[in-house]
């Protein structure tokens, strides 16, 4: 007797990059959202309270290299979980 089991992968979707953390505004102090890909690509973002503009920085393209290690990982695990249930 088999008995099939049906697994939905969608949850294992993730991308790191789409991550938020909080950088503090050198101006004025505030805390602000950015996401780790906006760190990645090393953007200019302006201040939610004061409107000054904060560049990004991934210091030797370690964030970089840390959200496609994830990113990869994520997808290997998804595509070992649909081969089991295939």
Same mark, same amino acid.
């Given at each position: 007797?088999?008995?099939?089991?049906?697994?939905?992968?969608?949850?294992?979707?993730?991308?790191?990059?789409?991550?938020?953390?909080? #950088?503090?505004?050198?101006?004025? =102090? +505030?805390?602000? $959202? %950015?996401?780790?890909?906006?760190?990645?690509?090393?953007?200019? &973002?302006?201040?939610?309270?004061?409107?000054?503009?904060?560049?990004?920085?991934? #210091?030797?393209?370690?964030?970089? =290299? +840390?959200?496609? $290690? %994830?990113?990869?990982?994520?997808?290997?695990?998804?595509?070992? &979980?649909?081969?089991?249930?295939?």
């Amino acid at each position: 007797m088999s008995i099939r089991i049906e697994v939905d992968a969608k949850g294992l979707d993730f991308d790191l990059g789409k991550e938020k953390i909080k #950088v503090e505004c050198p101006e004025c =102090k +505030t805390e602000n $959202a %950015v996401s780790l890909g906006q760190l990645q690509r090393q953007e200019q &973002v302006k201040c939610m309270k004061c409107g000054a503009t904060m560049r990004l920085g991934d #210091v030797n393209g370690s964030v970089g =290299k +840390t959200v496609t $290690a %994830v990113n990869s990982a994520f997808d290997e695990l998804k595509n070992a &979980v649909r081969e089991t249930c295939d």
